[in-house]
């Protein structure tokens, strides 16, 4: 297998945009869009519309798709769409954070919670519905004012 060069710097890209610390993480996301894209190529094949619509509306639930996608938009997600899903993420541009790496910092000390529960998995898919009940520690926050 030979090194290439372009491959390398868009992954490292991607890694530095979404504030990934290690390649495992993106391999993590490609390997949930995999899935997601094997089922969706199955059921093209299977034609069982039952299966179609719970693919479809757990995905619509998780964020990835809009209301009334089809088996082709499942198809044509990519890897910034399930990256974009990450509570670090959804911290990040929710505005709790300046980057990408102080919401990581956040949600692993304990910082952020999901409807009251403490959340302390960067990675964790956050869907639609918990999207409005993330919130961040109000002390912290007030610290990081008087700081910055």
């Known amino acids: 297998m030979s090194w290439n060069s ?3 710097k868009e992954r ?7 504030g990934l610390r290690r390649r495992k ?3 993590i ?3 949930i869009l995999r899935n997601y894209r094997r089922r ?4 093209i094949a299977e034609k069982d519309e039952s299966k179609v619509r719970a693919l479809i509306d757990k995905l619509v639930k998780l964020g990835l798709l809009k209301e009334g996608s089809g088996l082709d938009d499942v198809l044509a997600l990519s890897i910034e769409n399930v990256l974009d899903r990450r509570l670090q993420t959804v ?12 919401s990581r910092q956040f949600i692993t000390h304990g910082h952020v919670s999901i409807d009251g529960k403490r959340a302390k998995s960067p990675a964790y898919i956050v869907p639609v519905d918990e999207e409005n009940k ?3 520690n109000e002390i912290i926050l007030k610290k990081g004012e008087m700081n910055g």
């Open 6 to 8: 372009d491959e390398i």
């Open 40 to 43: 969706a190529r199955n059921l």
């Open 25 to 27: 993480e993106l391999l």
């Open 91 to 102: 911290v990040w541009k929710k505005g709790y954070t300046k980057t990408a790496l102080h």
């Open 134 to 136: 993330i919130s961040v």
């Open 29 to 31: 996301a490609q390997e």
């Open 12 to 18: 490292r890209n991607t890694m530095n945009s979404y």
